[in-house]
């Protein structure tokens, strides 16, 4: 199979043994229909050279890379959902395929599947993956990107030729199978269920694993002040992602101990949605009945993750350093929170209390403005500050920006100097509205591939997120 010369093979996960997964099979399907193949992102793993017969032996199949044992792990959790502990988690439709190294940093990185089959975490479930279900974490995971989320990539999406039954679709719907590329699948639940059977050795082991592939910058760390300061640096990317999911205008929808890894990157896309506009009681599951994981209580959902995890590590370490990690939670998230709104508006950051007052602005002029001014738009319309003016004031949208509470966003606004001001002489800007993702055009997407059975849509959007990727350059390696 023609990798390219930079594929190397890693499966560190693998080396932890027995305990933390299971293998198994892969399910035959009665077809392997390829529908999307991200070579932009198969490049970081050296697999862009792949003919599109070997991608569906590896991505439809899984029939072993190069060099790779016959095997595949469903790896083991457990996790609180909606604040509940369950035990019965782990990769219940999917499974570790391989780890590789990206080509240039060396990052190790996770081949992960969606929908791949049954294992022994499936209880009920089919291990299957719907075809829109599939389509939505293609959007997601390339909407965020461009947005500079962390995020999982969606790698490949290969339809699988059954009939799925779910509570949520129009049933009998189409099935597919999906691969991610993420930085770790090692979750928050992963430690929870070390915790839970009482295995601190297994905890200490693990912590030792994380450090060593993902905060190599600890292991001169003594042995004893490791799970603190791994604690800390988990602490400080989670605070970042869910300062981001808010730039974004991103409700994740199911904030669970399992669906947080301890990379701080965003995965496991459900009923994810962006902001309309601006609304903090905004919820994306239909079952989030009591707004647990509405758009404004992320970072309080987060914090209550980390607190879980926090927990766990008490089997393997001193508590007060670990307490004194999470008192630092508010303070690296109101610092990320400054950042996002700094970097969604293309502007160079200035002091803490002038970015303070500008997010404040920000916010408050959304809410005020309600539905006469999306989430995006207003971004957009601002981008660079107030060097956009008379692009913003020739727009569409000029009529919303009078009045008390926009003069408060300008004034603050205004000392401002824009970030990389090159950026906005691109096409992008010169667009009569931005990018967005909203619900609609999502359902309107998959209309098309429904009836019709037609991907130009999502290939256009696809498109023109990335030449919003582009203008913005904000996307994380
Ligand atoms: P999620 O909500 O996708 O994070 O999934 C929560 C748990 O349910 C995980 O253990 C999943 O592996 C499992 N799960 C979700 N959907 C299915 C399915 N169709 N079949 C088997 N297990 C599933
Ligand atoms: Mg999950």
Excluded at 57 to 78: C, I, K, W
Excluded at 430 to 445: F, G, H
Aim: net charge negative.
């Amino acid at each position: 199979m023609p990798v390219a010369a930079d594929f190397r093979l890693d499966n560190r996960f693998r080396a932890l043994g027995p305990e933390f997964a299971d293998p198994v099979e892969p399910a035959g399907f009665p077809e392997t229909n390829l529908r999307f193949r991200n070579d932009r992102i198969a490049r970081r793993v050296g697999l862009d050279t792949l003919t599109d017969a070997e991608w569906v032996a590896t991505f439809g199949r899984f029939e072993p890379l190069p060099g790779a044992p016959d095997e595949r792990l469903a790896m083991r959790y457990h996790g609180h959902q909606f604040q509940v502990y369950n035990p019965e988690l782990g990769d219940g439709r999917g499974f570790l395929f391989a780890q590789l190294r990206e080509a240039g940093t060396g990052r190790l990185l996770d081949l992960g599947t969606k929908g791949s089959g049954q294992t022994p975490w499936s209880r009920s479930g089919d291990g299957r993956l719907t075809l829109k279900g599939g389509v939505r974490e293609i959007l997601a995971t390339e909407m965020l990107e461009a947005l500079g989320v962390p995020t999982s990539k969606s790698l490949s999406l290969i339809e699988t030729g059954e009939k799925l039954a779910r509570g949520d679709e129009p049933s009998p719907t189409r099935s597919a199978v999906l691969t991610r590329l993420s930085w770790s699948h090692v979750r928050f639940g992963t430690f929870q269920r070390l915790a839970y059977f009482d295995r601190a050795d297994l905890i200490g082991q693990l912590i030792d694993h994380v450090v060593e592939l993902y905060y190599p910058e600890l292991a001169d760390t003594d042995a004893k002040d490791r799970p603190a300061a791994l604690l800390r640096a988990v602490t400080a990317r989670a605070a970042q992602l869910v300062a981001r999911w808010t730039g974004a205008g991103f409700v994740h929808g199911v904030l669970n101990t399992d669906n947080m890894n301890v990379t701080g990157e965003s995965f496991d896309y459900g009923p994810w949605r962006f902001l309309p506009h601006y609304d903090p009681s905004f919820t994306a599951a239909y079952f989030d009945h009591a707004g647990l994981y509405a758009f404004g209580r992320q970072g309080e959902a987060v914090f209550w993750n980390l607190r879980q995890l926090a927990a766990c590590f008490t089997l393997v370490a001193e508590t007060d350093p670990l307490v004194e990690v999470l008192n630092g939670f508010g303070e690296l998230y109101q610092a990320e929170m400054r950042a996002a709104f700094v970097r969604r508006l293309g502007v160079s950051p200035r002091d803490e209390a002038a970015d303070t007052a500008l997010g404040t602005a920000t916010l408050k002029l959304l809410s005020e403005a309600g539905d006469a001014l999306r989430w995006e738009p207003l971004f957009f319309d601002w981008f660079g500050g107030v060097a956009s003016e008379a692009r913003a004031m020739a727009g569409p949208r000029a009529g919303v920006y009078a009045g008390a509470t926009f003069d408060a966003f300008r004034a603050a606004l205004a000392p401002y100097a824009p970030d990389r001001p090159e950026r906005l002489t691109h096409a992008y800007f010169q667009r009569p509205e931005p990018e967005e993702m909203l619900i609609d055009e999502v359902e309107a997407i998959w209309a098309e591939i429904d009836a019709r059975d037609d991907w130009s849509a999502l290939h256009a959007k696809l498109a023109r997120i990335g030449e919003a990727r582009e203008a913005w350059g904000i996307a994380l390696p």
